[in-house]
């Protein structure tokens, strides 16, 4: 299938839809499926990078996506591993201050600190 295919199809499918035509159905359908996403990826983090430049050099998202892969996984060990290759000590979790300058920033009102601190645990070996 062309990409150009691929448009015309999802044109066709957007034509078909409109506000409104959920059912309570659908509507209850959805909402447990995001209660059951929620708990997949605990930290709702959505790599904005608002929270950046962190002044203390911490990689917030990315210590939040291996907190996040970790635990939708199931695969505590590769996150840890990760944690170790990826992120230098410099920039870990553990290297914040608790300045609160990124959760005044953050979209997603994340209590980044604390999120923080249960990643370190969680990602450290």
């Not at 904005?48 to 998202?61: A, F, K, M, R, W």
């Not at 553990?94 to 370190?120: F, N, R, S, Y």
Request: proline share 6%; hydrophobic share 30%.
């Amino acid at each position: 299938m062309t990409t150009l295919e691929q448009v015309e199809q999802n044109l066709e499918s957007a034509s078909r839809s409109g506000i409104g035509m959920l059912s309570d159905a659908d509507r209850s359908l959805l909402a447990k499926a995001q209660k059951v996403y929620k708990t997949l990826a605990p930290i709702p983090c959505t790599q904005c990078e608002y929270c950046l430049p962190c002044p203390n050099g911490v990689g917030i998202p990315q210590i939040f996506e291996l907190f996040n892969e970790g635990h939708q996984f199931e695969n505590q060990p590769d996150a840890q591993r990760r944690y170790r290759g990826f992120i230098k000590p410099e920039n870990r979790a553990d290297q914040c201050v608790e300045c609160c300058q990124c959760e005044t920033l953050c979209p997603q009102h994340i209590e980044i600190i604390d999120w923080l601190k249960k990643a370190h645990v969680y990602l450290q070996v």
